[in-house]
Structures are given as C-alpha cells and as structure tokens.
T-cell receptor
Framework: KAGVTQTPRYLIKTRGQQVTLSCSPISGHRSVSWYQQTPGQGLQFLFEYFSETQRNKGNFPGRFSGRQFSNSRSEMNVSTLELGDSALYLC??????????????FGPGTRLLVL | KNEVEQSPQNLTAQEGEFITINCSYSVGISALHWLQQHPGGGIVSLFMLSSGKKKHGRLIATINIQEKHSSLHITASHPRDSAVYICAVAETSGSRLTFGEGTQLTVNP
C-alpha cells in the first residue's frame, strides 16, 4: 500500500496570506490527524478527523481550520499567516476510529516558512 | 509541568551499548506511543502500548500503568539508531496525542 502523502512538501508564504495543505491517508484509513512541529513547542496536536467529522481540535486559534472529504483525504487551512506559523506540519492516518488509540502512520510533512 | 516528560533530553552512546529512554506522564491514558524521527522530519511509529511489554528486533518497550511510566530500550545500539525518540500519550478522555519533548540519541561508531 502507498504511504501517507502530503502536498506540497515545501512552501514559502508572507504574513497575512493564507495556505492550504493536503494529506492523503493510506488506503482504507478513515482517521486523519494533523500536527504542528516547531523547535520551541515541539509536536502539538491540531485536529483529528474521522469519516468527514472533526473528532478533536487542539488549542490553536480559529485561523487554523480543516476538513475531510468523503475519500478520507484531508486539508488544513491557515488564514492570515503569522511568522510563528512557520513549522513542519505533519499528518498521520490510522486504521482505528480513534486515531490516537491506534498505530499512527505519518506523512513526510509540509515545511511552511512564513516571511 | 508537562503532561509527558522524557529523560534524558540528549544521549550519546558508543556502538553496541544498551540504551534506555524514559517517559513519565501525569494523566490517565488509553495508549502510549513511541515514535522515531530522523533528520529531515519523517516520523515512524515504533510501538503502541496499553500494557506490558513489546519487542521488535533490537527494540523493547515497556509500560507500567500504575506508575505512569514507560521505557524504550535499544539493545546492541548502532549508528543508524541515531534519531530523536518521542513518547506520546492518548488520554482516556479522547484520542488526541500529547507529546514529550523528545530524546536526541547519537550513537557513535
């Protein structure tokens, strides 16, 4: 089976712009979680989706949003970008409905730089 | 105090040494994960535990639910084991993961 794919892999934006990142889970996985990784805060949970429903949301401002489509692909959007949004954004898929309670399969990540 | 604490933060070993990384957590959990992250960012799931012990090749993970503690052991360490090892827990109240800060392991030949 193909692994989790994320596009784009690298992205440079300027403050105030918005960005959309995409994640395609492993075939058959309906649970997708998103994480942000920065040198200062480490890995932090953003969202979890299962069957097009948001199951959990982390402690991030409303500028961070996401959705999941009927084919389980997921997107996350960040509006009005700030310098502090520069990070590695990772998504992970899981075969279990509760993502964190099953093995997580991570994508390669999207590295976002905000100038 | 972080909900998930790892020690040590940095670890340097000689090839062949036995390595232990520790993880303590303060919340009730439904599962604990050990992850490996290589330079470049890719993360691989090594283990998911809810009780007892698991072994995969040279890696062993244990968890003590009563003491809220888990350990990751690497036997006969090798330079290719050099990576950041991250402990993460899924709380019983939900399935979101909370992560430790990671342990940077360097194994010298």
């Amino acid at each position: 089976k193909a692994g989790v794919t994320q596009t784009p892999r690298y992205l440079i934006k300027t403050r105030g712009q918005q960005v959309t990142l995409s994640c395609s889970p492993i075939s058959g996985h309906r649970s997708v979680s998103w994480y942000q990784q920065t040198p200062g805060q480490g890995l932090q949970f953003l969202f979890e989706y299962f069957s097009e429903t948001q199951r959990n949301k982390g402690n991030f401002p409303g500028r961070f949003s996401g959705r999941q489509f009927s084919n389980s692909r997921s997107e996350m959007n960040v509006s009005t970008l700030e310098l502090g949004d520069s990070a590695l954004y990772l998504c992970a898929s899981s075969p279990t409905p509760r993502g964190g309670q099953g093995t997580q399969y991570f994508g390669p990540g999207t590295r976002l730089l905000v100038l | 105090k972080n909900e998930v604490e790892q020690s040590p933060q940095n670890l340097t070993a000689q090839e062949g040494e036995f390595i232990t990384i520790n993880c303590s957590y303060s919340v009730g959990i439904s599962a604990l994960h050990w992850l490996q992250q290589h330079p470049g960012g890719g993360i691989v799931s090594l283990f998911m535990l809810s009780s007892g012990k698991k072994k995969h090749g040279r890696l062993i993970a244990t968890i003590n639910i009563q003491e809220k503690h888990s350990s990751l052991h690497i036997t006969a360490s090798h330079p290719r084991d050099s990576a950041v090892y991250i402990c993460a827990v899924a709380e019983t109240s939900g399935s979101r993961l909370t992560f430790g800060e990671g342990t940077q392991l360097t194994v010298n030949p």
